[in-house]
């Protein structure tokens, strides 16, 4: 009996979580349901996705769970797992996936790309239930495999309840402050309001019925608009380029919508932009392995052959065109290569491999309070270094770039250049790295300012070396209090303006700076010894009045408190409440 009422297609599902968690385990075990026990091993070569049709999805649902009817003609997994596939996944500017599973090990709880997943999920609105990995690891687990969580709660004694409890309520109360109201599964009552937790274990199989049976159900009540069959236009989202030699060029591509011939022309985005290109064959995963098809229905993972060698951009649509239709595909094609990612005037430079990835950085950034200021897709090239290297504010001068490579000039260029690169492909240990080199040179900026600040110094002119009277005068000095700088300022006891402070040397090496006791020959601009100054004077670095007021309140030498005494009393014979 034809159960299939409404023309639906496969949802997407694609699963999300922190590394370690489980993600690859639990796709392997809803692959392994695909298959007949015998052929487990054997797992046939996957196109981006793993699809359960209806009859499997059934089968393994009405073993645990009498009363689910099936609906929708099956369910296609993506089988790259990760965040950020999910963002890189697109479909006309939104997700890809119809729904998703958040992985979560129940011991170890909400991870860094587990609050990252939660980003990507709330920003694409895309629903989702959680899977609680890993309950075989809490103690006084009763040994079970291969069956649903509520066929393995059932062998479980009280001490292991309750700690599993223990364990979910400590995820429900953290997704709570994540602004996620969830619940275990089985004491949901009302699915628009709580997000689903299924305990599984995926090392031992345990719990796939109980998810393919939310997921199922989630799908035929709330995502029945969403997945409506749509025959009027074809399209897929491109997740893997490769270029095939001679042959041409494969996609391999989640078809979306729509049934996709061979033959049919279509339109896609390349770096260069849109291009219009035709499909040569399609390849789609059979029960005995790759076969070609004609045509093939949505939804569904591809391999699509194009004669042309282009570069296409990842994660972008195909849209088969009819007709005269090149103009609309175009114009959507190219809103949705554009990312979209608020920039400011001053920032840090990002690139990473496509669109979707380039957003969740952006977002991550947005989270830590770090401004960007240019993002691109595409590999670090020498020129993203000059740019960078040439901007006036040194905390701009930084590239993160996600998974994308850095190429060879680009590596040359930084060894002369001033520009830091921090690349990687964990988004969270990256903005760590960042933040860190942004705090760093922070404070190198603020020691640089501090050190040329004028300090409250006091120097002499000692009458055995003078070596030129003007232009600059060059004579011998000794420091007595502070710090004396290249730059810095000069007065005389009578607040008069003594010159500035050209060059320090101490025989054949140049100094910036000489601290107190030091002697050595010092370049004086702007007098004419024996005029405006004399052998033998004490004079004083013209400290002005808002670095003297700061400093009043900090520790200090206290010789240069001394000569900070003196200095302001020199300025209040002119000014009488200089430095108050
Ligand atoms: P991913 O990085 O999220 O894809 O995590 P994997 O699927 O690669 O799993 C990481 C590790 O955890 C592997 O060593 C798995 O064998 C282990 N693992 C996954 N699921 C379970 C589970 O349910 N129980 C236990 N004990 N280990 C698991």
């Known amino acids: 009996m034809e159960t299939t009422k409404k023309n639906l297609r496969e949802p997407i599902v694609c699963v999300l979580g922190h590394v370690d968690h489980g993600k690859t385990t639990l796709l392997d075990d809803i692959r392994g349901t695909t298959v007949a026990k015998k052929e487990a091993g054997g797992i046939t070569q996957k196109i981006g996705a793993t699809e359960i049709d209806k009859n499997t999805l059934e089968t393994n649902i009405k073993n645990y769970f009498k009363n689910i009817q ?3 003609p099956g369910l296609l997994f993506i089988d790259t797992p990760g965040h950020v596939a999910f963002a890189n996944m697109r479909s006309m500017g939104g997700a890809l996936a119809d729904i998703a599973i958040l992985v979560i ?6 991870k860094p790309q587990t609050i990252e997943s939660i980003d990507v999920l709330k920003k694409y609105k895309t629903p989702f239930i959680i899977a609680a990995n890993k309950i075989d690891m809490i103690p006084y687990f009763v040994s079970s495999k291969d069956t649903s969580f509520k066929e393995t709660l059932s062998k479980q004694r009280k001490e292991y309840v309750d700690f599993l409890d223990e364990k979910i309520y400590k995820i429900i109360n953290d997704l709570y402050v994540k602004g996620i109201s969830s619940d275990r599964y089985d004491r949901i ?3 628009t309001k709580s997000f689903a937790i299924v305990p599984i274990s995926a090392k031992l199989n345990i719990g796939v019925p109980d998810i393919l049976m939310v997921l199922t159900g989630l799908a035929q009540r709330f995502l029945e608009e969403h997945i409506q069959f749509e025959s009027k236009s074809t399209r897929g989202s491109v997740i893997e380029i490769k270029k095939e030699g001679s042959l041409g060029t494969t996609l391999d591509t989640i078809l979306y919508q729509g049934v996709l011939h061979k033959g049919d022309k279509i339109a896609l985005n390349t770096i260069a932009g849109p291009a219009v290109t035709k499909v040569k064959a399609i390849i789609a995963t059979g029960k005995k392995g790759m076969v070609e098809k004609e045509s093939i229905k949505s939804a569904a993972g591809i391999r699509i052959l194009i004669t042309d060698k282009l570069d296409v951009l990842s994660g972008t649509s195909i849209i088969a065109i009819k007709g005269s239709k090149t103009d609309a595909a175009f114009n959507e094609l190219i809103n949705e290569s554009k990312p ?13 491999e496509a669109i979707g990835s380039l957003e969740a950085i952006a977002y991550e950034m947005e989270q830590n309070k770090i401004n960007v200021r240019e993002a691109q897709i595409g590999d670090i090239t020498k020129r993203d270094i000059i740019n960078v290297s040439t901007l006036n504010n040194p905390l701009d001068r930084v590239i993160v770039g996600f998974n994308v490579n850095t190429s060879g000039d680009a590596k040359e260029a930084m060894e002369t250049n001033n520009a830091k690169v921090i690349s990687g492909n964990v988004i969270y240990s990256m903005i760590d ?14 020691e640089e300012k501090k050190n040329n600040k004028p300090v409250p110094s006091k120097l002499v002119i000692m009458p055995d070396y003078i070596f030129r009277a003007a232009k600059p005068v060059i004579v011998g000095i000794k420091v007595l209090s502070g710090r004396v700088k290249v730059g810095d300022k000069l007065i005389n006891g009578k607040n008069k303006y003594a010159g500035t402070i050209k060059s320090l040397r101490d025989g054949d090496v140049n100094h910036q700076f000489a601290d107190k006791g030091s002697e050595l020959s010092c370049a004086i601009d702007g007098v004419t010894l024996n005029r405006q100054i004399f052998p033998d004077e004490d004079l004083y670095v013209d400290v002005p009045e808002n670095v003297v007021k700061e400093m009043k309140d900090q520790d200090m030498d206290p010789d240069v408190k001394t000569t900070m005494e003196e200095l302001i009393k020199i300025k209040r014979k002119d ?3 200089w430095g108050f």
């Open 70 to 72: 099936v609906t929708i």
């Open 105 to 110: 090990d129940v011991n170890e709880g909400l």
């Open 189 to 191: 009552t009302d699915f």
């Open 340 to 352: 979209d990612i608020k920039l400011s005037e001053n920032g840090i430079t990002i690139k990473a």
């Open 433 to 446: 790295d960042l933040t860190k080199w942004l705090e760093f040179k922070k404070n190198e900026i603020e």
């Open 575 to 577: 000014e009488q409440f």
